[in-house]
């Protein structure tokens, strides 16, 4: 049995299905989830990775756990696991927690909890992800418009679905523990070709407006911490040369390149019909 935490967002939701598809038993867990949000067949247990203690049913009979950044104590999530008799742990965690451990602290701190678990562990460090764009869903679908910060600093975002085909071949394999994944796509995308690639997949104009970062600063503190806003607009903004760099890791694990922001704006165009 695996537990996947965050089983209704767009990385658990993926590898709930992977896994399912591959017959492994599966626990997935959200503070707000039923037996309608999973495949037939898998359990569904609502909790709070904010309090550990209510994680004991889901954890019980698990093996394995794919655990997200959330709540503010990883080690008391790490010990209920113990208890429960799980003996290995994938953290998804974020890239900034290398590169820009300050504004990062958070994953930085559960990346420590689960070294000194005691139980075995891979790290995989996303870096920013396509699935972003469904910020812009809405103006896109009601005015056929983009606004954002630094419009032609590129990034290697990653399609979701291959951070949760790594955790799945990871969960899957002890040969990964010990080992710390940094996860991107092929291949730097700016603010501007991700607005042109949902274009495309549209068969429709996209008008692109880039924001001060001023602008940018404004909105996104409305809905992140403060430190989170600075580290995230210095990654848009003035990308270092390792947040620019394609990692070759998703290839090393799966045996194949990540997947394009243009094949995931394909995908998933009808967010933004
Ligand atoms: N987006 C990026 O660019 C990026 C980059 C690097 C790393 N990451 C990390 O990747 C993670 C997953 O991304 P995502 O796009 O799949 O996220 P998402 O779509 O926002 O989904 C988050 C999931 O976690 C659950 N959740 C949130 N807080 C929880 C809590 N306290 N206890 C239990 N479940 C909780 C949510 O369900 P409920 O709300 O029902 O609980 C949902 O299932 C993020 O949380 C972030 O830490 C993201």
């Known amino acids: 049995m695996i537990v996947v935490t965050g089983a209704t967002g767009n990385v658990g939701r993926a590898l709930v299905r992977m896994l399912t598809e591959a017959q492994v038993p599966v626990t997935a867990v959200a503070r707000h989830i039923t037996g309608a949000d999973v495949p037939p067949g898998v359990r569904a247990v609502a909790a709070d990775l904010a309090e550990p203690a209510g994680l004991r049913v889901a954890f019980d009979g698990a093996e394995?756990?794919?655990?997200?950044?959330?709540?503010?104590?990883?080690?008391?999530?790490?010990?209920v696991a113990k208890t429960a008799g799980i003996r290995k742990v994938v953290l998804l965690s974020s890239q900034g927690?290398?590169?820009?451990?300050?504004?990062?602290?958070?994953?930085?701190?559960?990346?420590?909890?689960?070294?000194?678990?005691?139980?075995?562990?891979?790290?995989?460090r996303s870096g920013g992800m396509a699935t972003n764009a469904f910020a812009w869903a809405e103006s896109?679908?009601?005015?056929?418009?983009?606004?954002?910060?630094?419009?032609?600093?590129?990034?290697?975002?990653?399609?979701?679905?291959?951070v949760a085909a790594v955790?799945?071949?990871?969960?899957?394999?002890?040969?990964?523990?010990?080992?710390?994944?940094?996860?991107t796509g092929p291949a730097p995308t700016t603010p501007r070709e991700r607005a042109a690639a949902i274009a495309a997949a549209l068969g429709e104009p996209v008008h692109f407006t880039e924001q001060t970062r001023e602008e940018a600063h404004k909105l996104m503190a409305r809905f992140m911490p403060l430190p989170v806003v600075e580290g995230t607009l210095a990654i848009l903004g003035e990308p270092t040369e390792g947040e620019q760099r394609v990692s070759p890791d998703v290839e090393r694990v799966l045996g194949r390149a990540p997947g394009t922001f243009a094949a995931w704006a394909e995908r998933s165009a009808a967010a933004f019909r």
Not at 66 to 79: D, K, S, W
Not at 103 to 114: I, K, N, Q, S
């Open 140 to 162: 896109i679908r009601t005015r056929r418009e983009v606004a954002a910060p630094f419009g032609d600093v590129g990034l290697p975002f990653i399609d979701p679905d291959d």
């Open 64 to 79: 394995a756990l794919f655990l997200l950044v959330a709540g503010e104590n990883p080690h008391g999530i790490l010990e």
């Open 167 to 183: 955790a799945a071949a990871v969960l899957g394999q002890d040969a990964h523990l010990g080992t710390v994944y940094t996860l």
């Open 97 to 124: 927690a290398g590169t820009r451990p300050e504004a990062y602290r958070h994953p930085g701190l559960f990346e420590a909890a689960v070294r000194e678990s005691g139980l075995g562990w891979t790290i995989l």
